[in-house]
């Protein structure tokens, strides 16, 4: 009986790991991830961040393992979070649940949108953190009329999410140059043409982008900082009473041979 279920808990391990490792490799093929410029203890950031959640994401996404009551840690009050980022409650103790019936959800995109609570933490790989790859996967879409709604995604190809930022960045195409590879001619990305503009500039829209990453990262965690914070202070007491316990240990056994 013993062996039987050790050979069904390896063979689920291998199975779960490989079924990962696919998920990983669709996600981040043909592109390099760019480095999130995480700020979790930026309040104004995490606070602008949680205004594009709320605005764009929390149509279609849900945050079920967060409550509204939560954003009172990023030093907004109740009434500013009733005024401002509650739609679809008047509870402060509801958790964050998406406006979307989730069957129209299904045969709109061909499933139902994940939950984004843990997204920050579960696109984690190799490659580099969840916050990267967020921070790469909302600045890489562009146009392509061959998908059901209109946009694809160079981090994670062939996805089923539109671009529902498209307002503020506008639309854009990659742009490809052949190049020898290997005695191989390969398409190598160079860049973006810009075909309209949208309401932000780059530069803003990156921000954008930056702010909403960082409030997702916040959400997966939201004591994060206080937990490193802690951790250091225990550390620091662990090395000095390390010190104290070593000195009182040699005082002790000195006249002892």
Same mark, same amino acid.
């Given at each position: 009986?013993? *062996?039987?279920?050790?050979?069904?808990?390896?063979?689920?391990?291998?199975?779960?790991?490989?079924?990962?490792?696919?998920?990983?490799?669709?996600? %981040?093929?043909? !592109? =390099?991830?760019? *480095?999130?410029?995480?700020?979790?203890?930026?309040?104004?950031?995490?606070? +602008?961040?949680?205004?594009?959640?709320?605005?764009?994401?929390?149509?279609? &996404?849900?945050? =079920?393992?967060?409550?509204?009551?939560?954003?009172?840690?990023?030093?907004?009050?109740?009434?500013?979070?009733?005024?401002?980022? @509650?739609?679809?409650?008047? *509870?402060?103790?509801?958790?964050?649940? =998406?406006?979307?019936?989730?069957?129209?959800?299904?045969?709109?995109?061909?499933?139902?949108?994940?939950?984004?609570?843990?997204?920050?933490?579960?696109?984690?790989?190799?490659? $580099?953190?969840?916050?990267?790859?967020?921070?790469?996967?909302? +600045?890489?879409?562009?146009?392509?009329?061959? +998908?059901?709604? $209109?946009?694809?995604?160079?981090?994670?190809?062939?996805?089923?999410?539109? /671009?529902?930022?498209?307002?503020?960045?506008?639309?854009?195409?990659?742009?490809?140059?052949?190049?020898?590879? &290997?005695? %191989?001619?390969?398409?190598?990305?160079?860049?973006?043409?810009?075909?309209?503009?949208?309401?932000?500039?780059?530069?803003?829209?990156?921000?954008?982008?930056?702010?909403?990453?960082?409030?997702?990262?916040? @959400? $997966?965690?939201?004591?994060?900082? /206080?937990?490193?914070?802690? $951790?250091?202070? !225990?550390?620091?007491?662990?090395?000095?009473?390390?010190?104290?316990?070593? +000195?009182?240990?040699?005082?002790?056994?000195?006249?002892?041979?």
């Amino acid at each position: 009986m013993l *062996k039987k279920f050790m050979q069904w808990a390896l063979a689920t391990t291998l199975t779960v790991s490989a079924l990962g490792m696919a998920g990983q490799a669709v996600a %981040h093929e043909g !592109v =390099a991830l760019d *480095k999130a410029p995480l700020r979790t203890n930026d309040l104004a950031s995490l606070q +602008r961040g949680a205004k594009t959640f709320v605005n764009y994401c929390l149509n279609c &996404h849900s945050a =079920a393992f967060n409550r509204y009551v939560a954003l009172t840690q990023l030093d907004l009050t109740e009434q500013q979070i009733k005024d401002n980022l @509650m739609f679809t409650t008047d *509870k402060l103790g509801d958790t964050m649940k =998406a406006s979307i019936d989730p069957r129209q959800a299904k045969d709109w995109f061909g499933a139902n949108p994940p939950d984004l609570t843990l997204i920050a933490r579960s696109r984690a790989s190799d490659s $580099g953190s969840g916050a990267d790859y967020l921070y790469t996967y909302m +600045r890489t879409f562009y146009r392509d009329d061959t +998908r059901p709604t $209109g946009w694809n995604n160079i981090a994670y190809p062939n996805v089923g999410m539109p /671009h529902v930022l498209w307002e503020l960045q506008g639309s854009r195409r990659p742009v490809y140059v052949k190049e020898e590879e &290997h005695g %191989h001619e390969v398409e190598v990305f160079k860049g973006w043409e810009q075909i309209t503009p949208g309401t932000q500039t780059p530069l803003q829209y990156d921000q954008t982008v930056a702010d909403l990453v960082n409030y997702l990262q916040w @959400m $997966g965690e939201p004591n994060e900082d /206080h937990r490193i914070r802690l $951790g250091v202070w !225990v550390l620091i007491f662990l090395l000095g009473f390390s010190i104290i316990a070593w +000195r009182l240990n040699a005082s002790f056994w000195k006249d002892i041979k």
